[in-house]
């Protein structure tokens, strides 16, 4: 029998995107949104780029209008926290922190995921940078402008600092690896990150961890392990994030570091989760991932929706991609790329700035990293769903 009432739990990318592919897959039944925050869903990649670098205004991110999303037969209901999932045999209940209920036939858990913080970090002034609250806040504090450390050399760090020279702020990072994004794309990359960053004036400090943040009420440095003092007056804390899983435990999920779903999404019988916070086992990889990027959450929220509006779907097969816009630089990331696989520059070089490299496992390409290269990046995206051998991949890649 098909689906009555479908609860997405999770108001932003991922949840919108099920909600409004459950109708135009056909879906003619309830679609209830449930989100906690206060505003309808929106776009995050650009708080960290447009919104903090000052050329868009918060509001320009959101998807949706309320007409639109009541047009398509969306409820959505902000500010509503979901704290428990109950299942019964034919569907279950979302319980929320209001007191209120939502039944079920299938539920969506599309939670995502918050910044990861650091509680002895904790003082006015210390920030991250997940929602349209915190770019409010951050950007207030720029236009102080303060002296800025930026802890952590990932994508939201080197984002932040780039938007940051932007408004002309005297900015530090400080990466505890040996390179900006190494933990991703490896030292080779990292480095190239760190050029980019210091031809851009910011003073890039790696291999070296944070002893402290000191000041009272308001920041006033930071402390490194070896002993060096960096003067700040604004720290933003970019560490990665951790998946929204907890109001969901007790709902017989498994739930290990994220929600672990087959290659389809599902999570166990009318339960699916999608985006952030989801760990979906995928073919190509033979591994449960979980991919913290907007086409990936895009691609599983599509794919889910169809599911659960009975057309057929086999695993997702889609490869990860993501993109990070840094200095005037489009980065782009396919697939899975790591430190532990072989590093093979396939065009251009770093120092020039423009350059396309790949990641290889047993002699096949498993991920790639561009820099400005748009176009051989979605070649390099069919590679690695082929699984070519990598000197044939460097080959074509190279005609
Ligand atoms: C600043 C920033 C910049 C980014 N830039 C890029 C980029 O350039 N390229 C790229 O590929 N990706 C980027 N990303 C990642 C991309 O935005 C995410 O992959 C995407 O937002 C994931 O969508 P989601 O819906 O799964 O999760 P989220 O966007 O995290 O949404 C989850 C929603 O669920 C809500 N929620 C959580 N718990 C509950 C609960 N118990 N009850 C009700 N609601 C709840 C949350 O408040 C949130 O609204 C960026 C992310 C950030 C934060």
Same mark, same amino acid.
């Given at each position: 029998?098909?689906?009555?009432?479908?609860?997405?739990?999770?108001?932003?990318?991922?949840?919108?995107?099920?909600?409004?592919?459950?109708?135009?897959?056909?879906?003619?039944?309830?679609?209830?949104?449930?989100?906690?925050?206060? #505003?309808?869903?929106?776009?995050?990649?650009?708080?960290?780029?447009?919104?903090?670098? *000052?050329?868009? +205004?918060?509001?320009?991110?959101?998807?949706?209008? &309320?007409?639109?999303?009541? @047009?398509?037969?969306?409820? #959505?209901?902000?500010?509503?926290?979901?704290?428990? /999932?109950?299942?019964?045999?034919? %569907?279950?209940?979302?319980?929320?922190?209001?007191?209120?209920?939502?039944?079920?036939?299938?539920?969506?858990?599309?939670?995502?995921?918050?910044?990861?913080?650091? %509680?002895?970090?904790?003082?006015?002034?210390?920030?991250?940078?997940?929602?349209?609250?915190?770019?409010?806040?951050?950007?207030?504090?720029?236009?102080?402008?303060?002296?800025?450390?930026?802890?952590?050399?990932?994508?939201?760090?080197? +984002?932040?600092?780039?938007?940051?020279?932007?408004?002309?702020?005297?900015?530090?990072?400080?990466?505890?690896?040996?390179?900006?994004?190494?933990?991703?794309?490896?030292?080779?990359?990292?480095?190239?990150? =760190?050029?980019?960053?210091?031809?851009?004036?910011?003073?890039?400090?790696?291999?070296?961890?944070?002893?402290?943040?000191? *000041?009272?009420?308001?920041?006033?440095?930071?402390?490194?392990?070896?002993?060096?003092?960096?003067?700040?007056? /604004?720290?933003?804390?970019?560490?990665?994030?951790? $998946?929204?899983?907890?109001? @969901?435990?007790?709902?017989?999920?498994?739930?290990?570091?994220?929600?672990?779903?087959?290659?389809? !999404? *599902?999570?166990?019988?009318?339960?699916?989760?999608?985006?952030?916070?989801?760990?979906?086992? #995928?073919?190509?990889?033979?591994?449960?991932?979980?991919?913290?990027?907007?086409?990936?959450?895009? +691609?599983?929220?599509? #794919?889910?929706?169809?599911?659960?509006?009975?057309?057929?779907? %086999?695993?997702?097969?889609?490869?990860?991609?993501?993109?990070?816009?840094?200095?005037?630089?489009?980065?782009?990331?396919?697939?899975?790329?790591? $430190?532990? =696989?072989?590093?093979?520059?396939?065009?251009?070089? &770093?120092?020039?700035?423009?350059?396309?490299?790949?990641?290889?496992?047993?002699?096949?390409?498993?991920? %790639?990293?561009?820099?400005?290269?748009?176009?051989?990046?979605?070649?390099?995206?069919?590679?690695?769903?082929?699984?070519?051998?990598? !000197?044939?991949?460097?080959?074509?890649?190279?005609?």
């Amino acid at each position: 029998m098909a689906p009555r009432r479908i609860v997405i739990v999770g108001a932003s990318l991922a949840g919108l995107r099920v909600a409004e592919g459950l109708r135009s897959h056909g879906y003619l039944g309830e679609v209830v949104l449930i989100g906690d925050e206060d #505003h309808p869903p929106y776009d995050r990649p650009p708080l960290s780029k447009q919104v903090l670098s *000052g050329t868009w +205004e918060p509001s320009r991110t959101y998807f949706r209008t &309320p007409d639109e999303l009541a @047009a398509r037969g969306i409820v #959505h209901r902000r500010r509503t926290r979901a704290t428990s /999932l109950d299942r019964d045999v034919s %569907g279950g209940v979302v319980r929320c922190a209001d007191g209120t209920e939502e039944r079920f036939d299938h539920v969506v858990v599309a939670t995502g995921a918050r910044a990861r913080r650091v %509680g002895a970090w904790e003082l006015p002034g210390v920030q991250t940078l997940r929602t349209i609250e915190d770019v409010r806040s951050l950007t207030e504090a720029f236009a102080r402008r303060p002296r800025l450390t930026v802890v952590g050399g990932g994508f939201i760090g080197a +984002e932040v600092a780039s938007a940051a020279r932007h408004r002309g702020l005297d900015v530090t990072l400080v990466e505890a690896l040996p390179a900006p994004l190494s933990r991703v794309l490896g030292t080779e990359v990292g480095m190239a990150c =760190a050029g980019l960053y210091r031809r851009n004036g910011v003073r890039v400090l790696t291999g070296v961890a944070i002893e402290g943040v000191q *000041g009272g009420p308001g920041v006033e440095s930071v402390d490194l392990t070896d002993g060096t003092r960096i003067d700040s007056d /604004l720290v933003v804390v970019g560490i990665g994030a951790v $998946p929204n899983t907890e109001w @969901a435990d007790g709902g017989g999920l498994r739930l290990d570091g994220g929600i672990v779903c087959d290659a389809s !999404g *599902g999570a166990g019988a009318r339960v699916w989760a999608v985006g952030d916070v989801a760990r979906w086992y #995928h073919p190509v990889f033979d591994a449960h991932i979980r991919v913290e990027h907007w086409t990936h959450a895009t +691609e599983q929220a599509h #794919h889910v929706a169809r599911a659960i509006a009975g057309q057929a779907v %086999g695993p997702m097969t889609a490869i990860p991609y993501a993109w990070s816009d840094q200095f005037g630089v489009k980065i782009q990331i396919v697939g899975r790329p790591s $430190p532990d =696989a072989t590093f093979v520059l396939a065009s251009g070089t &770093p120092e020039q700035g423009r350059f396309v490299g790949l990641y290889a496992a047993a002699g096949r390409v498993v991920g %790639g990293v561009g820099f400005d290269q748009p176009r051989a990046i979605a070649r390099v995206r069919r590679m690695v769903a082929g699984a070519a051998e990598v !000197g044939a991949a460097v080959q074509a890649l190279a005609g």
